[in-house]
């Protein structure tokens, strides 16, 4: 038996085995005061610290590979940071005032810089306490004259508070087998990197650096979420049969990328990449997804000033034109809800997510929509596009948007400017309304895009940021199956092809169900498209039918769960925990 066993939360799937080496030292600073004719002593130590770490900063951009060139501006930033005239004469200040000692300082003005950070509306400036974290932490290393993060040596499962994206670059490709973090989430800069390198990773190991000791044996369980330090011969044997497993069924997903995913009983689902950046277009190359069955652009817009109709455009031609002769479904702007762009923020709305979200705000600012519908309009003559409009509840704004369309290609065509003039136009299923009036805004939609994130919230009455309700986030939720249902028989009848773009289409029991509900295709961040293929090659379509009709008859969100459970483990066997792993870290 292992000598303990710590839970944390798997953010990179996998399973390592290996020597557990702290980062940075994790002992509390003291607080030990100093002779006033210290002070200068240690205001100079500060800035040799400051002046060393921006030097390491520089050796990391050089070691920043070209794959990951994206992160060169996180580093560039912390490196700023470590430099940053404001940070360092408040803690230059704090060491004269209170007579402590740099390590001190650095860690009580970092903290408080922290805390504001993480108390601010904008998610892009919360994320920012990350960064000054992690400055903080370097430079008391530096101060040390250990500064720990350079180490291309350091073991290979990385221990610490919290990491950066420079830690991982600063490490030999290969060296690293494992992180765990007593901080971090799933959407930090270095969980993404974890995830795009492969490194297994557990974040929130509360007990991690009371518990764990510098060089001990652990073997990290990044898919059930454990940590164990020390484990017995017993444990070993068992986990690198695991990792064995693991590692052949990944092999197994990422073999049959290309191929279509079919059922056995030969019902085929599309399934299509979720995107938010060009920047994301070599994840699609790799992932085998079909196409884009959702562009989300609201990242354009979340800037100090509005795009203007022509970067937009490049931006959109060049995904058109990049996956061209596959299709690409761009979704106007929304903002709202969690992703306030600053005009909608300015607007200070008791409650966004009930307010000008999505289409009403295009609708509301039509300057700002015919700029990106312009932009679209123009795309489409370099690729093949289709637009869809998030927040739909009722025909009339399909109507508007379909006028408002007309208008602008006519003013495309006498100017003279290249437009396409027959782009798809669909709406998104993601409220209560548009669930009931299916019907109707079939006559008015191309095509249906269900976002099963916003229609599960939506309909279960639970604000998606809201970490108390997080619990009622349940898609086997009656009201849940029986809303897809009734979109998907509608649509059937209708012949309007249906999409799930939401995270439901990643989720291993609500995709066996969609699939016995008959969704056309499913679109997911690229990570999980090899799963997705993998999972749907595996399941029986007839098998899948009479599932959802059990499930469709149980008015228990439980007993339906193990319904799918139930089929799913006989069906997979031991890669049911597989799936279920890999699927859980969220995507985008
Ligand atoms: C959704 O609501 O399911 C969806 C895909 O859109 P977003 O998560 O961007 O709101
Ligand atoms: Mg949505």
Redesign the pocket.
Known sequence: MARAVLAGTPVSPGIAIGTLHFLHDTRRVRRQRIHPREVAREQEALCRASVALCHAFEQTLDNVPQELAEYRDVIGAQMELARDPKLLAAIRDYIAERHVRAELAIDRIVEDRCAKFRKMEDPYLRDRAQDIRAVGLRLRECLKGSDAGRNPDVGSVLAAEDVSPADFMDRRPGSLRAVVTVEGGPTSHSAILARSLRIPTLVGVAELTDAACEGEPVIVDALEGRLLLDPDEMDLARYVERQEAYQQWEVHCWTGVRLPAETTGGRVVAVEA?LENPRDLPAFGECGAEGIG?Y?TEFAYFRERLPSEEELYLEYSKVAAAISPAQVVFRTL?SG?D?LIRAQAALREQNPALGLRGIRFSLRYPDIFRGQLRALLRAGATGNVALLL?MITGIDEMRQVRALLMELQDELEAEGVPYAADVPLGG?I?TPAAVLICDALAGECDFFSI?????VHYLLSIDRTNRHVGYLNDPMHPAVVRALKQIMDTARDRGVRVTV???LASDPYALTLLTGLGVDAVSAAPRFIPAIKHLIRQLDASSCDDLAECVLKSADAGASRRMVHDRLARQLGDELPFFTASFRTPGQ
């Open positions: 979720n959702l989300r929304d809800a992703k998030p998104m993601e976002g099963t994130n916003d229609l773009c939401g995270e």
